[in-house]
């Protein structure tokens, strides 16, 4: 485990961007979990904890973890853009680059109404002068970055939140009791550590994923009939 140090004020600060409080929308997006559900293919707790955990290992949390490291670390504006780019490369489906990019303007547009700091604004700048939206790990990445917030620390907080997220919609979906979703969370401290400790470690090429079923799901609910959440 890493010993790294995080100041107050950085922690502070990333438990609100972090928070289910901060306006990104991310209560609006399923992830594919809603055809999932609508299949039959998660049913109850245990299937929609390993349903989450490997979305975690195989699906986005090995293919936006390395890109957020990288963008954390990412020494220049080319750089930078650069890993942007790739990062819209790794959206399986049309509803998960709008779930990304959609949470990543959202959060570069809020970040920069709420904190005052002259690098993210450059970077933040740099980013939407692509012309098309900010991969939601990508935006992060960069306010972590700039607010000196320790890579590792970033990585658990924003998997956290992910797989927080997708737990809420599934207790919402199945349904299950609030409890349940907690059992979930904590049993998915392993399998978030785990990505983290990955995304510091995969080079950007060797990321990849392994997660077919998740994007099939995510295509078919495109087109499912009624739906309650945009992914």
């Known amino acids: 485990m890493s010993t790294e140090p995080i100041t107050d004020e950085a922690l502070y600060r990333l438990m609100a961007w972090l928070s289910p409080g901060f306006p990104v929308g991310a209560y609006a997006y399923s992830h594919g979990l809603e055809f999932a559900v609508e299949d039959g293919r998660v049913t109850d707790e ?5 349903w989450i955990e490997g ?13 957020f490291a990288a963008a954390w670390r990412a020494n220049g504006d080319a750089a930078l853009l ?3 780019e790739l990062a819209d490369c790794y959206r399986a489906t049309a509803e998960m680059a709008l779930e990304s990019g959609a949470q990543g ?5 809020t970040v920069a ?14 980013l939407r002068g692509q012309g098309r939206p900010v991969a939601y790990a990508i935006a992060v990445g960069v306010a972590a970055a700039d607010a000196g917030v320790p890579l590792r620390a970033t990585l658990i907080a924003y998997f956290h939140a992910f797989a927080a997220n997708l737990t809420s919609a599934g207790v919402r979906l199945i ?3 609030q409890v ?5 969370i904590e049993a998915l401290r392993g399998p978030v550590s785990a990505a983290a400790n990955a995304a510091m470690q995969t080079p950007l090429d060797e990321i990849g994923s392994a997660g077919a079923l998740i994007d099939w799901t995510s295509i078919a609910h495109e087109t499912q009939y009624t739906r309650l959440f945009r992914s």
Not at 113 to 126: L, M
């Open 82 to 84: 650069e890993i942007a």
């Open 105 to 109: 303007d959202a959060f570069l547009g």
């Open 55 to 67: 979305i975690l290992s195989f699906g986005a949390g090995a293919t936006d973890g390395p890109l």
């Open 180 to 184: 349940a979703g907690q059992r979930i």
């Open 113 to 126: 109404e709420t904190w005052t700091s002259a690098d993210f604004a450059h970077h933040a700048d740099i």
């Open 175 to 177: 349904p299950l009791g």
């Open 46 to 50: 245990k299937s929609l904890c390993t």
